[in-house]
């Protein structure tokens, strides 16, 4: 019997092979949620861009028409597709093409626009990156962006002290400019506290959780793997949002104290916790 939870998700990112972020986050966690997952790498690279020095950068953008064009063939296509760190701004031209073709109809694209953190863009993109960007990210279902990648896509003025006010003005330009769903992650307004935003077709909701001070590189990459993980495995928004929360914090505080592991995000000896709710 075809099981409606048995679906097929396309996941776009880089395969940094050091630094668990991207692809190396994404597939365990997209798996465990019991996804069958097909990978397209945007590109390669040594380690992740956020704290190593003179790493490695294979950019993978001229072997995505050909790949596109084997699925194609093969009649190959996507329950869903759920977009991450990009490398270069004419790849997301090409990753609009597999949504419109390789997607079913009736799946649900996810666009994380990986691009930018703590009010700063990455080092490896510029304005006309942020320009594409937009135009992915207004064509997806739903986006998952943090605050800085919030006001990116919206014009909006990125501020590191804010209250709800702000935060609903910004879910709601980005509501007008053509995002009907999304989940703005790192939204603290209490000491100690920190969260996710999330506006569906204009409804605002938030779910707050516990704050661990030394936060660190790529739990934006475990959230979003377990938010869509739960979202495909037949939850809601507001209760994947809440989930991958809860998933990330339990990952933050296996890591925390551990600073010679400054780079990623302990979340693999969590995965038994994801595997549970994702069932319930
Ligand atoms: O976690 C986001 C990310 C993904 N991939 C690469 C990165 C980063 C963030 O810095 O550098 C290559």
Redesign the pocket.
């Known amino acids: 019997m075809k099981d409606k939870f048995y679906k097929r998700i396309l996941t776009i990112?880089?395969i940094?092979c050091v630094?668990q972020?991207?692809l190396t986050v994404a597939l365990p966690i997209l798996s465990a949620c019991g996804l069958e997952t097909a990978v397209l790498p945007s590109?390669v690279?040594s380690t992740?861009?956020?704290g190593f020095n003179g790493y490695t950068f294979r950019d993978l953008t001229e072997d995505i028409p050909d790949i596109a064009e084997h699925w194609r063939s093969e009649g190959i296509s996507f329950d869903s597709v759920y977009t991450?760190?990009l490398g270069s701004s004419k790849q997301i031209e090409y990753v609009k093409g597999i949504i419109s073709s390789l997607m079913r109809e009736g799946g649900i694209s996810i666009v994380d626009p990986?691009m930018a953190d703590n009010g700063k863009l990455?080092p490896?993109f510029d304005s006309e990156y942020v320009r594409n960007m937009k135009s992915l990210a207004f064509s997806a279902d739903v986006i998952v962006p943090n605050i800085t990648e919030a006001c990116m896509l919206a014009d909006y003025e990125y501020l590191e002290k804010y209250d709800e006010p702000y935060i609903r003005k910004l879910l709601e330009k980005l509501s007008e400019l053509g995002a009907s769903k999304i989940v703005l992650t790192g939204v603290g307004f209490k000491e100690g506290k920190t969260g996710v935003a999330v506006m569906e077709d204009g409804v605002y909701s938030y779910y707050e959780h516990e704050r661990i001070a030394d936060g660190c590189?790529?739990t934006?990459?475990v959230y979003a793997s377990a938010f869509v993980g739960a979202l495909l495995s037949g939850k809601n928004i507001y209760d994947s949002a809440s989930l991958a929360a809860d998933y990330t914090v339990l990952c933050i505080r296996n890591t925390s104290g551990d600073s010679s592991h400054w780079y990623g995000v302990k979340f693999e000896p969590e995965l038994s916790y994801l595997i549970a709710r994702c069932r319930q």
């Open positions: 990112q880089d940094s630094g972020c991207s590109a690279l992740h861009t956020a991450g760190y990986a990455y490896a590189h790529g934006g990459d």
